[in-house]
């Protein structure tokens, strides 16, 4: 049934095709000059007669007939400007730099740059489509076309691609048969699972709507960009059909007490399923396609989910609005959301850098950035990224084939929500770039790919590559290490200047260890971050925390995650991220697996917020403390924190020299910043002790209280922390950089391993019941084990969320020991228990490290285990994440398997 529905679609394409004037109408001596292209670096080809061009070189930087001649700062600037290959590469290695980079204002520089060098690759206002080869006022003005980096190829060329190549392109069914499909299936190496293919393509169709009914090059996504039109349907006839219209939310369903979308008879918005399903089995979905695949069906119910759990946030912050403002607002901070997900989760994971990225809309508050966006075809050409799909897919123990998996409206109902999340993340994605990769259900897509930029004219892969500022390939061997690609290519093509664009995309040889090569990337990164920060919600107008609804709002968008999108609509989080879970690895012998890094990072945060002491009343807040100063307090010491940042900042980055900064010049820009955040120390210091005065914990009654205050001294010690004071003096005192590294990083190991391999499961929350058992927890133990104790009484709002989490935690955690006791199992004081609940402890080697006392002012009441976690992370007290096995083994047979999905931005209705 799909091959009609897509036989429809080349149809349909075939009918629209213009009848173009090749070959017949060119004679040798009136070939168009423009057909050489022969204006470089973005300068335009204006032809005059018949064999007369000029190249407009203005702001190129380039002068001459052809742009050719670098104008002198162009000159200088070439030189000091690194090449692309050799940027990835240091943003993917040097582990411990980036460890460094990471926890200092440096990040925020680099993202700064990552963000302009690419959007100001992206045209705007945009320029051309694929009507209109130049500018005009009917290109910038009708949002029904995608529009296009480079103009068409003229329709007089000699050949399709200009004047290089063959007199005609090489049939694309060949194509695709010899180069494209599948052998066997290659798992991408960065690890990708289905959980990113899926979110990929959910995400992408809320701006890929091409239209073809109404021509070539046109979109339904008027919105063009992130708009969650996906979501709420791309007219507000359709919203309105899919919203409740009461409370801001939108319809849905119960199933087995769970949340799902409406489904059509409830909602009635036309959906594309296969002709004779019943309404009661079509889902609802604001992207009319999102029928076809159950990972679609599974995105949308989160998405839903979380729509309506943020109404329902609002509405108790604002019950005086009305549905339109609680909806209005809701899709706002959906949103923004969504951005920081693909910012922060997605395209983090994509790049492979070691920069962690951040969406943080005001570091383009002081640039020249235009907020807008449109869509380009070249963007939807390039985001055909089929080879992700696996041969079958496997949930919960079976194995579903396409046949059962395609427009299977049961598939997503039946295991449910988590046990989809859970499959989807564990199992492999294809590698998108290098060749042979993509399944046989879904070669037809690529297909119909490349038989639209031929009918739309694209010009070749080269002249893109130029026009993101790579260099053009000279040969195919060259492009491609792969012999039997680069044999058939040349003949193919016949001349590497005609090779096509999408093709070039996908056989283009891959970075070492990567989902796909260098073009990919450098085209593709322009567009997605252009499009992400070019939203309205970013602008200075925008993104305050009055537009999101107020400061919860504007939080829930600022710590928005793919983690917590999962597990604050599921009831119990399974594990999920757009990486399959690292197998147990032995740690290699090299100086930086993943593990150890984090854990520095972690330490080196920590670090910072020890000396800095901005946060003490997190592990000290005593239960006289005004709760609700905590969160405030929390929000200033950030901004003090941010001054702070900024302050050295000026001094690197006005000329963006920082980014040439080597090692050592990192080090340095580092101990600065220490230097400035330890003036603050000794102010923090005072106030520390008299917080430890006023803590009126008497959980350890059985203690007397005199040992019970040099307990407290000795730890006031220990939160210092000996060693890290340590390695600050010798940062300080100027030892050599190197040995501190090299000192933090054995020490580091050295606490790792110990940790991971040695470590004792606990797995589950243990119930203490008296005041014995609760020291003997805590004795029994190897010194290196953290103890955590969660006090509590169960009619205690809180204490019932921290209990679930910590479940949670325990499972996640297994090298943690989490127990809880009630506090009157351990005859607290009277005081402690009507303020402090619930309270937790956290131990090592029988010194309490960490206190947090009434957690409910930090979380809320309602709370989830990824809320806790993130507490303690933020204090460096959770060890990394040992990675989860798999129960059942999943080695080459899951691996084997890769899901194909069809294309539904292909009109299929
Ligand atoms: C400009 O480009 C045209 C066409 O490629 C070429 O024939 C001509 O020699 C070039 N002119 C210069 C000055 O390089
Ligand atoms: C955009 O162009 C298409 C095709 O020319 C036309 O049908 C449509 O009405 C135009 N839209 C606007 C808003 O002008
Ligand atoms: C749909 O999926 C279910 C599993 O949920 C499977 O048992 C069934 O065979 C599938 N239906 C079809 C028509 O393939
Ligand atoms: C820095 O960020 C990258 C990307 O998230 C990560 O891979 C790396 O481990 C981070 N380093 C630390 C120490 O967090």
Redesign the pocket.
Known sequence: MRTSVLGSVCALLLLLREPVCRGDEVTSSTVNPCCYFPCQHLGVCVRYSEDKYECDCTRTGYYGENCTVPEFWTRARQFLKPRPDVVHYILTHF?WL??II?CTFLRDVLMRLVLTVRSNLIPHPPTYNSKYGYLSWESYYNLSYYTRVLPPVPEDCPTPMGVKGKAGLPDPELLVERLLKRRTFRPDPQGTNLMFAFFAQHFTHQFFKTYNRMGLGYTKALAHGVDAGHIYGDNLKRQLNLRLLKNGKLKYQLINGEMYPPTVANAAVKMSYPPGTPKENQLAIGQEVFGLLPGLGLYATLWLREHNRVCDILKAEHPTWDDEQLFQTTRLIIIGETIRIVIEDYV?HLSG????LKFDPTLLFNSQFQYGNRIALEFSQLYHWHPLMPDSFFINGDELAYTQFIFNTSVLTHYGVEKLVDAFTRQAAGQIGGGYNINAVVTKVAVGTIKESRQLRLQPFNEYRKRFNLEPYTSFRQFTDNEEIARELEEFYGDIDALEFYPGLMLEKTRAGAIFGESMVEMGAPFSLKGLLGNPICSPEYWKPSTFGGKVGFDIVNTASLKKLVCLNTRTCPHVAFNVPAKEKSQPGNDGS?VQ??E??VAMTTLDDKILGEKLQYYYSSSEDEGSDNEDEDGEGKTIRDASVNEPEIDYSADGTAVNTGPKGVINDWRKYKQLEVEQKQEQKNEMERLIKKLSMTCRSDLDLEKDKEKQKELQEKLKGKMTMQEYNMLQEGQDDEDFLQHYRMQRIEEMRRQLCRGKRFEQVHELTSGEDFLEALDKEDKSTLVMIHIYEPEVPGCEAMRGSLMCLAQEYPLVKFCSVRSSAISTSALFRDSALPALLVYKGGDLIGNFVRLTDQLGEDFFAVDVEALLQEYGLLPEKPPIVTKTVRNGAIIQTTVSDEDSDLDID
């Open positions: 582990q980036w460890d990471n983090q850098y070691l920069l962690r993943k890094t984090d520095l990072c």
